[in-house]
DNA sequence: CCCTGATTCGC
DNA sequence: GCGAATCAGG
């Protein structure tokens, strides 16, 4: 296989949208991820952000010609932080979550719904993580899950918008690294009403 | 052990 | 330019 137009593009695209190096190669196929890494950095993307803005930070090895700025020699990287996550596109088949009709409050033989983060106190950043996540869930079907897809539930069982998250798991663990966050609480406030 | 990206270097 | 092997983490 070679590095045809169409496959760069999907390289490039894959790339910025944060999919892994190894997601990548199986995505295009006769490439190990070793491949792709190799001509990201040959195209130069090698950091994730789309657009490289002006300080294109001249390789320590290789000084070029010509400096950009004569009188400012010291400073690597003047980038304040301006990277704005841009999920922008985001073109799968899948429902949007009608979520409607399905408020039926029934509570089948469920009571014990996982860990669904509600009243309980988690780091908001872990929150607001899982939230962002599961808007990218792969929403998987019980039996879709595998030992490295996240086993996080979402939503409702008794509700016909139901999923597992089925992110890639961190490692060994039954949820993706956003939901290891949720579902693995040291153990803070477990003071519940003490009687 | 699983995975990640980064680099090197013969081709 | 390409990518396997290797390196350096998590």
């Given at each position: 296989?070679s590095w045809?137009?169409?496959?760069?593009?999907?390289?490039?695209?894959m790339w910025?949208?944060?999919?892994?190096?190894?997601?990548?190669?199986?995505?295009?196929?006769?490439?190990?991820?070793?491949?792709?890494?190799?001509?990201?950095?040959?195209?130069?993307?090698?950091?994730?952000?789309g657009?490289?803005?002006?300080p294109?930070?001249?390789?320590?090895?290789?000084?070029?010609?010509?400096?950009?700025?004569?009188?400012?020699?010291s400073?690597?990287?003047p980038?304040?932080?301006a990277?704005a996550?841009e999920?922008?596109?985001?073109?799968?088949?899948d429902?949007?979550?009608?979520?409607?009709?399905?408020?039926?409050?029934?509570i089948?033989?469920?009571?014990p719904?996982?860990?669904q983060?509600?009243?309980n106190?988690?780091?908001?950043?872990a929150?607001?993580?899982v939230?962002?996540v599961?808007?990218?869930?792969?929403k998987?079907?019980l039996?879709e899950?595998?030992?490295?897809t996240?086993?996080?539930?979402?939503?409702?069982?008794?509700?016909?918008?139901?999923?597992?998250?089925?992110?890639?798991t961190q490692?060994g663990k039954?949820?993706?690294?956003?939901?290891?966050?949720?579902a693995?609480?040291?153990?803070?406030?477990?003071?519940d009403?003490r009687?």
């Open positions: 296989m045809t137009d169409e496959r760069v593009e999907t390289l490039k695209k910025n949208e944060g999919q892994s190096a190894s997601q990548i190669a199986k995505e295009l196929g006769g490439v190990t991820r070793n491949a792709v890494i190799g001509k990201v950095h040959r195209l130069g993307l090698s950091n994730r952000t657009v490289a803005p002006q294109t930070p001249a390789a320590p090895q290789a000084a070029p010609a010509a400096p950009a700025q004569p009188a400012a020699p400073r690597p990287e980038a304040p932080q990277a996550p999920p922008a596109k985001e073109e799968e088949d429902t949007p979550i009608p979520m409607s009709a399905a408020r039926r409050a029934i089948p033989a469920g009571q719904l996982p860990p983060p509600s009243a106190e988690i780091s908001p950043e929150l607001a993580k939230s962002e599961e808007k990218g869930a792969k998987l079907t039996m899950l595998t030992e490295k996240c086993k996080w539930p979402v939503g409702d069982p008794a509700t016909d918008n139901f999923w597992f998250c089925g992110l890639p490692q039954p949820y993706c690294e956003a939901h290891v966050g949720v693995f609480q040291p153990m803070s406030s477990r003071r009403r009687r």
